[in-house]
């Protein structure tokens, strides 16, 4: 059952007062103060038995609009009451491409111009020839300005010839009713959304593709829609709304552009997962080219970006201790670059797969696997271990001399660190990506890593750089323990993330795994063979909290932080909900495992300045935590043409939406907030 809304129910009861109003008046005028104006018009002659064609002309009035059978979050369709001579019949209306209208964040199906409905009518079998026969029509509507509403009501009257000329205005009438689709479309209904396969030749431009669905209580209109291709099959993703339940069939409009659209009805069924994503628009997707040079300028940027300075440790030990030769800094430059590039190509080529598959997963996915992200600490606390002297690791010694097998190695590790990150230059290069054809989106993120790459690459190629160097020395090993620090304090982010994520009892395993990992290199390295027996016993040891940890792990929901700016949870109803309310709206997304998102909360939005400036403006605080994988979260990033987070976008009062930077100033949100 559909929910009860408010809004509509107002319309609703206002509309019904309207037509008690109006019953009295004479039966064959229109109401001369209507905003609309409605004519019923008949195509031409008909004969006994056939099917003619009526037409009812509306006509808006400067700033009112009419709306589609669907209307949308608000507003009414047309109902139509006949007065047909006995043995006729009519049947369904027939409607043009509506139009998107967007008021306070409510979605509205609208015709803002003259628009025409056609009504086929089936005559009599006794229509008398050289007769002309009248027909009447009780038609009530919904007359609306952005401000106001107004129920109308005429009674229609026309007469169908039995000879004489056809009205050569139906001509363009018909051509704005979108055509059937001949071949039956197939749908299913997930936890979170509608999915539609609709057959359309590949060879059909689709720059602005939308779906109008005539079954009410279904779909969020005001949601962001995606596509994608597969042969001659058109999928269509559209977010269900809070109200309904699964219908058995549903029918509706595929809108191209400039009131372009086909018809189709749908049966449930099986819907293919993957496919070529499409864009909104083409004029959407910047050039190749701009998309390539943001990324590889993005990659570089994230050399100094706060969320890849554990690997800037590992990356200093390796430059130092190369370049003792042409030849072998040279073969470490192209091993680094080549294991970034080849880490970089693999995950972004696995989210691609993953969204191909139906996934709703985007930058940074791997770091909302719990897996990963134990993983990812063990890893943190071991190579803290090692930097501080417990053991050696081959990839990252300073003792032996440079290996392209390490340097290729470090280079794994340098990109599977970094990446989750998203740089200025980033967000539009990864946010085109998930809509590119797979061979360039490849392209893409392996631009993206030699951009991370670049650095040490130089470095490795060009002599004058690498006499810029220390020389290797003594200080090494000071500066390798050094180093430890900055990479402990990186174990723990991640050991606090893991507790984030899996609760208490999991962090503790994941600490003691971390223990067991740590004294198993240390005791395998020594000569005493007892000691390295206790070695082995440390790695069974550890194989054995690994096999109890799923066990142990417990969701965050009650370890969520709170905010000075006590914001609401993000959901596209809430948003749409804080939206209409007309105060600004500031929407932000964070995750604990994003670095900068932490650093811009507590350098521009957990501020006593900023709460009491959003307090004084009556501006709204939306929050999306992506800590964890959320599918809302990923389309609405998806639709901003975003790939990763921080993501910051504020509303103004008058409904504009402005995207704010991925690098907050201290007083951005207070000067926004007094600018409203």
Known sequence: MSAFRPLNFVLLLA????ALAAAPAPASAQAADNNIEAKLIAEGPVAAGKRAMLAIRFTPEPGWHGYWKNPGDAGYGMTLDWQLPA???????QYPVPHQLLISGLMNHVYKGPYTVLIPVTAAQDVPDGGRVPISVTAQWLACTDVICVPERAVLQATVPTSGQIDPRFTEWRAAIPPQIDRAAAFMVTDELLRVAIPLPAAQALPDPHIYLENTGLIAYGADQRFSRTGDLLIGEIPLALYGEAPEDIKGILAFEDGQGVGFEAAAGPVPAGGVPLAGTASETPPLAVLLLGAFVGGLMLNIMPCVFPILSLKA???ARAGTGQRE?????LAYTAGVILASTALGG????????????????????PGVVVALAVLAAAITANLAGLFELPSISITRRGEPA?????GLLAAAVATPCTGPFMAAA????????????LVLFAVLGLGLALPFLLIGMVPALRRLLPQPGAWMEAFRKLMAIPMGLTALALMWLVWRIGGDVFAVMTLALAAALIGAFALLGRQDRTLRYAGFAAIAVGALLLAGMPGTFERSSARAETSILDPVDFTAANLAEARST????????????????KVNESVAIERDATREAFEAAGVIAVKGDWTERDPEITRFLTAQGAAGIPLYIWYGPDGQQQQLGQVLAPDSLVDLANGT
């Open 317 to 319: 030990l390796t430059l």
């Open 87 to 93: 043995g006729w019949q009519a049947g369904e209306p």
């Open 582 to 597: 007309g105060r600004p709206v500031f929407l932000w997304f964070t995750a604990d495992w994003c670095v900068t998102c």
């Open 15 to 18: 509309f019904l007062l309207a």
């Open 430 to 441: 990864l946010g085109a990506a998930l809509l590119l054809p797979p061979v360039q989106a």
């Open 350 to 369: 696995l989210l691609l797969a993953l969204r191909a598959a139906g996934e709703q997963v985007g930058w940074a996915f791997q770091l909302q696997e």
């Open 406 to 410: 390490s340097a290729f190695a470090t």
């Open 329 to 333: 800094a040279r073969a470490e430059g």
